[in-house]
């Protein structure tokens, strides 16, 4: 078992709203509220759930780019959220982030070479001659040739620029890298070449992912454990082939369910959840799921289940897990065209990649 590169533990982040008369303030809003999780060297942990339910937030405070309103974060044992602004940008060579937007994350006006070297240069992981080398080489490792250095991020595609993205994330050799949705803006086929990619990488380098993502075809083929978030908090949380064969928790089994399926006449029995989720600035004492649940009782809806063991490997917060796991999952075939297709295309950019093409 390897040790964790990442421990964390209560993290929270509220949002204070203001504008209200004299400046008053007119609220909170939870965006994330007591997330705890840990993640091992080499190892993949997801995060899923509706847009809105503070997934996102959660990957920019792990590395402070939001600053946690409380909680702690722990890269390799050292506690991240009390650090000085000088030791957190030592320690941000250790973790790294990819965007959702390739474009919006690059600099328009720094050539390539430029957006690579940055890195190298301010944790003096390379200067001069050596730099010019380690950019080449990191063009290279992403599947794209050294004469692309003196390029704008204008002059590429968007598969090309998130394979920026990612050579600019492991230029420093981090031990943790958070992917927020590197995917979803994407064609199906370059998706599949830059999840390809990802693997290959954490493969050489043993590096860590929190791989933020609302795809669960994706999720289930490139994550190891899976978390569920809904309204700001972890619902439920398990290795990836226990969490798709057995959830626990009925808001994991309705995001299962209403993944689309792309074969002709396949219709799925159960009705996803109806209501409406409460709202971020009072979520009530109970269960945030409970006004959609099937399963709501009173008890659902006066207190708050905690995050407990449940199956052979996996956390849930719920007051009826063995409940839910009673029910039987409306599931696709084993493998839908759709994946299959993506499945198609990893194997050939790999053999690409391993011949020496660009894919």
């Given at each position: 078992?390897k040790?964790n590169v990442l421990?964390?533990s209560?993290l929270?982040?509220h949002?204070?709203?203001?504008?209200?008369?004299?400046g008053?303030?007119?609220?909170?809003?939870q965006?994330?509220?007591?997330v705890?999780?840990?993640?091992?060297g080499?190892e993949?942990?997801?995060?899923?759930?509706?847009?809105?339910c503070?997934?996102?937030?959660t990957?920019?405070?792990?590395?402070?780019?939001?600053e946690p309103?409380?909680g702690s974060?722990k890269?390799?044992g050292?506690?991240v959220?009390?650090?000085s602004p000088?030791?957190l940008?030592?320690?941000r060579r250790n973790m790294q982030?990819?965007?959702q937007?390739?474009?919006?994350?690059?600099?328009?006006?720094?050539?390539?070479?430029?957006?690579?070297?940055?890195p190298l240069l301010l944790h003096?992981?390379?200067?001069?001659k050596?730099?010019h080398?380690a950019?080449a080489?990191l063009?290279?490792?992403v599947?794209l040739a050294a004469h692309?250095?003196?390029?704008?991020?204008?002059e590429?595609?968007?598969?090309?620029?998130q394979r920026?993205?990612?050579?600019r994330a492991?230029?420093?050799?981090?031990?943790?890298i958070?992917?927020?949705?590197?995917?979803?803006?994407?064609?199906v086929?370059v998706q599949a070449?830059?999840?390809?990619?990802l693997?290959?990488?954490?493969?050489?380098?043993?590096?860590?992912?929190?791989f933020?993502s609302?795809?669960?075809?994706v999720?289930?083929?490139?994550a190891?454990?899976v978390a569920?978030?809904y309204?700001?908090?972890?619902v439920?949380?398990?290795?990836a082939?226990q969490?798709?064969?057995?959830?626990?928790?009925?808001?994991?089994?309705?995001?299962i369910?209403?993944?689309?399926?792309?074969v002709p006449?396949l219709?799925?029995?159960?009705?996803p959840?109806k209501?409406?989720?409460p709202?971020?600035?009072?979520?009530g004492?109970?269960?945030a799921f409970?006004?959609?649940?099937?399963?709501?009782?009173d008890l659902c809806?006066?207190?708050?289940p905690?995050?407990e063991?449940?199956g052979a490997?996996?956390?849930?917060?719920?007051?009826?897990?063995e409940?839910?796991?009673?029910?039987?999952?409306?599931?696709?075939?084993?493998?839908?065209p759709?994946l299959?297709a993506?499945l198609?295309v990893m194997?050939?950019?790999?053999?690409?990649?391993?011949?020496?093409?660009p894919?």
């Open positions: 078992m040790p421990d964390v209560g929270t982040k949002f204070t709203l203001g504008g209200g008369l004299f008053r303030k007119k609220g909170v809003v965006a994330v509220s007591d705890s999780f840990s993640v091992a080499g993949t942990l997801a995060i899923v759930g509706e847009s809105g503070g997934k996102s937030t990957g920019r405070a792990l590395l402070r780019l939001l309103t409380s974060v890269l390799d050292e506690e959220t009390g650090l000088g030791r940008q030592a320690l982030m990819v965007f937007d390739p474009f919006g994350s690059l600099n328009p006006r720094m050539t390539v070479r430029e957006t690579l070297m940055e003096n992981v390379a200067t001069g050596r730099a080398e950019t080489r063009l290279e490792t599947g692309h250095a003196d390029r704008y991020p204008h590429f595609s968007g598969g090309q620029r920026i993205c990612i050579a492991i230029a420093t050799r981090p031990r943790l958070v992917c927020d949705e590197p995917v979803s803006a994407l064609d086929s070449q830059v999840v390809n990619l693997q290959d990488l954490q493969r050489e380098f043993g590096m860590a992912y929190v933020i609302h795809d669960l075809s999720v289930r083929h490139i190891d454990r569920v978030m309204l700001g908090r972890v439920e949380e398990a290795p082939a969490l798709f064969a057995d959830p626990r928790h009925p808001y994991t089994r309705a995001l369910e209403a993944a689309p399926r792309p006449g219709r799925i029995a159960a009705e959840p209501g409406e989720a709202s971020a600035l009072n979520p004492p109970g269960c409970a006004p959609r649940c099937p399963l709501a009782t809806r006066t207190t708050r905690a995050l063991p449940a490997a996996g956390r849930v917060a719920c007051h009826h897990s409940t839910a796991a009673g029910l039987s999952v409306a599931e696709a075939p084993p493998q839908s759709q299959a993506r198609a194997a050939r950019a790999r053999a690409a990649q391993a011949s020496g093409t894919a």
